[in-house]
Nanobody, 122 residues
Framework: QVQLVESGGGLVQAGGSLRLSCAAS????????MGWFRQAPGKERDFVAV????????SYADSVRGRFTISRDIAKNTVYLQMNSLKPEDTAVYYC???????????????WGQGTQVTVSS
């Protein structure tokens, strides 16, 4: 079983930055694509960003493009999400996910982390 463990969440003021990390271990789940999703209270889980194993392919939600950057360290089996110019509407639980294809649909991902809270104050 692949385990995904997120870290780096916290409380930040609007305009600030945070860097999330997600470390993967185990082999059962494909980690070709590793992505980030987020879920605000009372809302559905939304796609944020995804990156391929080679880092050659990446995709972002319109709401975060230009502010967030996804990156990956294959040697460490870790994916990062650098979040700059944070807004109160970025407040959510952020989840790391791993799966076999680059996709924006959460249903294509086989493994999920436990989530890390990001709170942006105005």
């Amino acid at each position: 079983q692949v385990q995904l463990v997120e870290s780096g969440g916290g409380l930040v003021q609007a305009g600030g930055s945070l860097r999330l990390s997600c470390a993967a271990s185990g082999r059962t789940c494909s980690t070709y694509a590793m992505g980030w999703f987020r879920q605000a209270p009372g809302k559905e889980r939304d796609f944020v960003a995804v990156i391929s194993s080679s880092s050659r392919a990446a995709s972002y939600a319109d709401s975060v493009r230009g502010r967030f950057t996804i990156s990956r360290d294959i040697a460490k089996n870790t994916v990062y999400l650098q979040m700059n110019s944070l807004k109160p509407e970025d407040t959510a639980v952020y989840y790391c996910a791993a799966g076999p294809v680059i996709a924006r649909s959460s249903s294509t991902y086989d493994c999920w982390g436990q989530g890390t809270q990001v709170t942006v104050s105005s």
